[in-house]
């Protein structure tokens, strides 16, 4: 499963940067296949599997493990910063790509092919309670302090939250969807969950960019061994003290380890922060990860 599964990455991945190469789609394509993702595949991917939660006090440190990622990626960054002296540009670059990690359009159908099916709810908490919340606190900060925006309010955080529909979908899976849900709508939530895949990879495929920033290198090595070698590591040695085992603690390390999340690499390059090395960030990354993603599945394991 995990080798058809990175086949069909890799061949989406493919496909979408040749697409982007020849504009073949529409130059809005991207974005529409984004919104598709975001409204119809994560909500069901969501629906499908947060009903087979089982509430406990151990999900609380999944949920805590990219809080404590986070305070992490502060005190690593601004520690090279100022050792390397990047620019202040690199540094909000970095904290955008090193803090948000893709984990639910790359996080949702690696962790179901390299740990399993059991293992994606885990996922789900990780991401939505982690992941998104600090993209729409931090990163919105970071955009702010960095990109000459006002400081977002707190209003402001509350409805971009509520706006988030997975968000919605997981607040519905765990008061009003049963776990075993008529055949027809485990049916319909199952095509719709299993077309994340392909149209994430496809998405990413036509936003990614490959220029190598040949003058901020740096800041590009020591981003890319933050987020995909550091990070991770951290995560796995914090999940045993935190009581998380099994399922739970793969699916904690491997969602650590995912590369950066495209959306805060577009955040980046919309406000003019260091395109060039956010960009590099985000394409780099994902071509590396699909070489380290499995060895900290493998890690994990043990």
Same mark, same amino acid.
């Given at each position: 499963?995990?080798?058809?599964?990175?086949?069909?990455?890799?061949?989406?991945?493919?496909?979408?940067?040749?697409?982007?190469?020849?504009?073949?789609?529409?130059?809005?394509?991207?974005?529409?296949?984004?919104?598709?993702?975001?409204?119809?595949?994560?909500? %069901?991917?969501?629906?499908?599997?947060?009903?087979?939660?089982? /509430?406990?006090? &151990? #999900? =609380? $440190?999944?949920? @805590?493990? +990219?809080?404590?990622?986070?305070?992490?990626?502060?005190?690593?960054?601004?520690?090279?910063?100022?050792?390397?002296?990047?620019?202040?540009?690199?540094?909000?670059?970095?904290?955008?790509?090193? %803090?948000?990690?893709?984990?639910?359009?790359?996080?949702?159908? /690696?962790?179901? &092919? #390299? =740990? $399993?099916?059991? @293992?994606? +709810?885990?996922?789900?908490?990780?991401?939505?309670?982690?992941?998104?919340?600090?993209?729409?606190?931090?990163?919105?900060?970071?955009?702010?302090?960095?990109?000459?925006?006002?400081?977002?309010? %707190?209003?402001?955080?509350?409805?971009?939250?509520?706006?988030?529909?997975?968000?919605?979908?997981?607040?519905?899976?765990?008061?009003?969807?049963?776990?075993?849900?008529?055949?027809?709508?485990?049916?319909?939530?199952?095509?719709?969950?299993?077309?994340?895949?392909?149209?994430?990879?496809?998405?990413?495929?036509?936003?990614?960019?490959?220029?190598?920033?040949?003058?901020?290198?740096?800041?590009?090595?020591?981003?890319?061994?933050?987020?995909?070698?550091?990070?991770?590591?951290?995560?796995?040695?914090?999940?045993?003290?935190?009581?998380?085992?099994?399922?739970?603690?793969?699916?904690?390390?491997?969602?650590?380890?995912?590369?950066?999340?495209?959306?805060?690499?577009?955040?980046?390059?919309?406000?003019?922060?260091?395109?060039?090395?956010?960009?590099?960030?985000?394409?780099?990354?994902?071509?590396?990860?699909?070489?380290?993603?499995?060895?900290?599945?493998?890690?994990?394991?043990?």
């Amino acid at each position: 499963m995990a080798f058809d599964a990175f086949a069909l990455v890799l061949a989406m991945l493919g496909l979408g940067y040749l697409f982007q190469r020849l504009r073949v789609l529409p130059d809005n394509a991207a974005q529409t296949l984004n919104l598709a993702v975001l409204y119809v595949c994560l909500p %069901a991917a969501v629906l499908r599997y947060a009903p087979r939660l089982h /509430l406990e006090p &151990a #999900l =609380i $440190g999944v949920a @805590a493990v +990219p809080w404590l990622l986070l305070i992490a990626t502060v005190v690593c960054v601004g520690a090279l910063s100022r050792w390397l002296k990047f620019r202040r540009d690199e540094h909000a670059v970095l904290l955008l790509t090193v %803090a948000h990690g893709n984990t639910s359009f790359l996080g949702y159908p /690696l962790t179901r &092919a #390299l =740990i $399993g099916e059991h @293992a994606l +709810p885990y996922a789900v908490i990780y991401d939505q309670f982690g992941a998104f919340l600090i993209l729409s606190t931090f990163g919105l900060w970071v955009l702010a302090r960095y990109g000459g925006d006002r400081a977002p309010t %707190a209003p402001d955080m509350v409805r971009r939250v509520l706006r988030f529909p997975p968000l919605w979908a997981l607040s519905i899976g765990f008061t009003l969807m049963p776990a075993e849900p008529p055949d027809w709508i485990a049916g319909g939530l199952q095509r719709l969950s299993d077309a994340l895949l392909p149209l994430a990879m496809l998405t990413i495929g036509l936003s990614v960019k490959l220029a190598l920033p040949r003058d901020e290198l740096k800041p590009l090595l020591s981003g890319l061994a933050l987020k995909l070698g550091l990070m991770p590591a951290l995560a796995w040695l914090l999940v045993p003290l935190l009581g998380l085992h099994g399922e739970m603690a793969r699916a904690t390390v491997l969602e650590s380890a995912m590369p950066s999340m495209v959306t805060a690499g577009a955040l980046a390059i919309a406000h003019q922060l260091a395109p060039r090395l956010a960009a590099a960030m985000v394409g780099y990354g994902l071509l590396l990860s699909l070489l380290t993603l499995p060895l900290w599945a493998r890690v994990a394991l043990g």
